[in-house]
């Protein structure tokens, strides 16, 4: 079965910094990955999505992420931090060939901006 | 177009009480998913629809819990006898044929007293 780590559980910066949430996965072949926003009170909102090809991957709000598979790692990235970022962040994988396209999903990283 | 919606937004409910929670997916969609989130526990897999296939229930926590979907649209999940334990978010999300993006819901606020 495939899992996810975010090992940053909060992360705090000062807006306009860059930013870098680490997700590693564990999967035996190249799972679909995705990172999703979550506002308090709100439902996710997928920020962007890898399912093949290039492993540098855009998104929206000017998110990217890479995929290394050597890492096993997802990593989500923005140039410059918004105060409107704030919010929790989850990295999640599926399983093609498993049916069901379940997400597991990572424990979360809530993200803190400082003005 | 309309996102996912659910209902109610907030739900409390006394220990040893039923309580159903609906899910009205995206218009087209012919997956639906069932998550639940709780402090500590993150984000679990509840339960999966695909079109007129048998469900993937492999994520139901106990068999206090099932779901049903009529019409391959609305969902509905049911708890029964409900415990503190129960207390969490439940997310409903939809997708076109998978793989494909899941559109979640805005989820229901289980509180059981």
């Known amino acids: 079965a495939q899992s996810v780590t975010q090992p940053d559980i909060h992360i705090t910066v000062s807006e306009g910094a860059s930013l870098e949430l680490r997700c590693n996965y564990s999967?035996?072949?190249?799972?679909?990955l995705f990172w999703y926003v979550q506002s308090p009170g709100q439902g996710l909102q997928l920020l962007l999505k890898y399912f093949s090809g290039d492993t540098l991957v855009q998104g929206i709000k000017g998110f990217e992420a890479e995929f290394k598979r050597s890492q096993s790692s997802f990593n989500l990235r923005k140039p410059s931090v918004h105060w409107s970022d704030a919010a929790e962040y989850f990295c999640a994988v599926g399983a093609p060939g498993a049916g069901s396209y379940q997400l597991t999903f990572g424990k979360g990283t809530k993200l803190s901006v400082i003005p | 177009g309309a996102g996912v919606s659910q209902s109610p937004s907030n739900k409390v409910t006394e220990k040893g009480k039923d309580v159903e929670l609906r899910c009205d997916p995206i218009s087209g969609h012919t997956a639906l998913y069932w998550y639940r989130q709780s402090l500590g526990q993150g984000l679990e897999f509840l339960i999966y629809f695909q079109g007129n296939s048998a469900p993937d229930k492999s994520g139901l926590p106990s068999d206090r819990f099932s779901a049903e979907r009529t019409g391959g649209s609305v969902s509905t999940l049911t708890i029964q006898r409900t415990q503190q334990e129960d207390s969490a978010v439940y997310l409903c999300?939809?997708?076109?044929?998978?793989?494909?993006?899941?559109?979640f819901g805005p989820g229901t606020r289980l509180t059981v007293l």
């Open positions: 999967y035996g072949a190249t799972p679909y």
């Open positions: 999300a939809s997708s076109l044929a998978s793989p494909n993006e899941q559109f």
